[in-house]
């Protein structure tokens, strides 16, 4: 499964991906929105990861830029942020494929989510 992780705080980035890299997943990492939007037109994405404030792009930007590419109309999008008090109420989610969630989420709860978005009834099961 192929995951885009979008933030311009390298540490914070490095930690997610290296998280998420040891757990199975393909971590396609950008810097910001403009680098996401690099990796939407040349890669197959399962599941897209973006902080909203980035420089150049921000991630309210790049979920636009995907929405419109009929392949990622249904992705699921985690928007992660460290001002989520000041974007809940500004931005439209659609609660089957938009999510909301802190920077300071512990990132085995954002592991358990990608796994319930990902598998979903299927997480955790032995096949």
């Not at 404030?53 to 991630?59: C, K, N, T, V």
């Not at 636009?64 to 249904?74: D, Q, V």
């Amino acid at each position: 499964m192929d995951i885009l992780l979008v933030d311009d705080n390298e540490d914070y980035l490095n930690l997610v991906k290296e998280v998420l890299t040891a757990n199975g997943y393909t971590v396609h990492s950008a810097h910001d929105g403009m680098e996401g939007c690099e990796v939407l037109a040349t890669t197959d994405i399962d599941l897209i990861i973006s902080d909203i404030r980035m420089p150049r792009l921000d991630g309210l930007k790049l979920h636009a830029f995907a929405r419109e590419i009929e392949r990622y109309r249904k992705t699921k999008f985690i928007f992660i942020s460290g001002f989520k008090d000041l974007y809940a109420g500004a931005i439209t989610l659609d609660p089957k494929l938009d999510f909301l969630l802190e920077k300071t989420t512990p990132i085995k709860e954002i592991l358990k989510m990608v796994d319930r978005l990902i598998f979903g009834q299927l997480e955790g099961a032995w096949i």
